[in-house]
């Protein structure tokens, strides 16, 4: 029989005075881990999240733009912004008891942004995060995060994070087409997977830089845009700005105690950086997809073709995404 994932019950909102430490979290996370056992029909946490009257610090937003490339003092925060604003709201959520996913091992697989305006850096927002549903897959089981920024009561912002946490299917009833999942940790979850991946990861360092070959059948490689050299400490400085302290991403030493050969880059930078690239967006829906770490130091190419995007290096394809108007 084929395992049904569990429906949400209606969320109780409970609304915190201040933003959660990050630290702790983390850390409470990795001590829950290894006490919980991942399957698509546990019980959804049923409270949603939310934190009121907070203001961009200007001084943070420019910084964060400088690290990921986007043009400094801009009215509109970037796209990605709302997602650093909302994150520790996420990490309370899912270093709790009640989310049934370990933190240590969770694979960042996917993002979907809506952007219904633009977003003022002076405005107040008001943001909510919840666990919206869990999904079976066929290399576990995946958990939807949903993030929302308000402004003047309004929804402005909102995205669907999703996280994979890798175990046996319990049902083989469950095995999905999967998504192209990403061993790129976020910053609370060094993946255990990665001992497997990150030899594989390694092997194709030396490949030549070019696009990757189109099957006979196949769409043709978008075209190359630019071409950046990525030096060892983005991972550090994205840290530093986004409160993304996973090891993975630091050192090269810390990251080898998580089966990586060197420090891998951020996947939330990646996107980010790619977005930089690409343009202004004003009310558009983006959606990215992490497909295989970025080892450090790294030259990558930057392509794109009309709506869509991708990051790649030695043949190797680490991010696809696009980028569509909601009103055309």
């Not at 029989?1 to 850390?27: G, I, N």
Request: proline share 12%; glycine share 6%; with cysteine.
């Amino acid at each position: 029989m084929r395992t049904q994932p569990p429906v949400r019950p209606e969320p109780r909102t409970r609304t915190l005075a201040a933003p959660p430490s990050l630290v702790p979290l983390l850390a409470r996370g990795a001590l829950l881990s290894p006490f919980k056992r991942p399957r698509p029909d546990s019980p959804v946490p049923a409270t949603r999240l939310v934190l009121s009257g907070v203001r961009v610090d200007l001084a943070h937003l420019a910084a964060y733009e400088r690290v990921c490339g986007f043009a400094t003092g801009a009215d509109a925060l970037p796209v990605t912004y709302p997602h650093v604003l909302a994150f520790p709201l996420a990490m309370r959520i899912m270093a709790g008891r009640a989310f049934p996913l370990p933190l240590l091992g969770l694979v960042h697989t996917s993002i979907e942004i809506t952007q219904h305006q633009e977003s003022a850096a002076t405005a107040e927002y008001e943001l909510g995060v919840l666990v919206e549903k869990l999904v079976p897959h066929r290399r576990g089981t995946e958990a939807i995060v949903l993030t929302e920024a308000r402004a003047h009561g309004r929804l402005v912002w909102e995205s669907r994070s999703t996280y994979l946490a890798r175990h046996r299917p319990r049902d083989p009833g469950q095995d999905r087409t999967p998504r192209n999942a990403s061993r790129e940790a976020p910053p609370e979850t060094p993946c255990r997977a990665a001992r497997r991946t990150a030899p594989r990861a390694a092997s194709r360092a030396a490949v030549h830089n070019a696009p990757p070959a189109p099957s006979p059948e196949g769409p043709k490689p978008l075209p190359a845009v630019a071409e950046w050299s990525l030096a060892r400490d983005v991972g550090r400085r994205y840290g530093a700005v986004s409160g993304d302290r996973n090891p993975i991403h630091l050192h090269p030493l810390t990251a080898r105690l998580f089966g990586f050969p060197r420090a891998i880059a951020h996947g939330m930078w990646t996107v980010a950086r790619c977005l930089a690239e690409y343009g202004p967006q004003q009310a558009v829906g983006v959606r990215a997809e992490f497909r295989a770490p970025v080892l450090l130091p790294r030259t990558v190419t930057y392509a794109a073709r009309g709506p869509s995007f991708e990051l790649r290096s030695g043949g190797r394809v680490h991010l696809t995404g696009d980028v569509r108007p909601l009103h055309a």
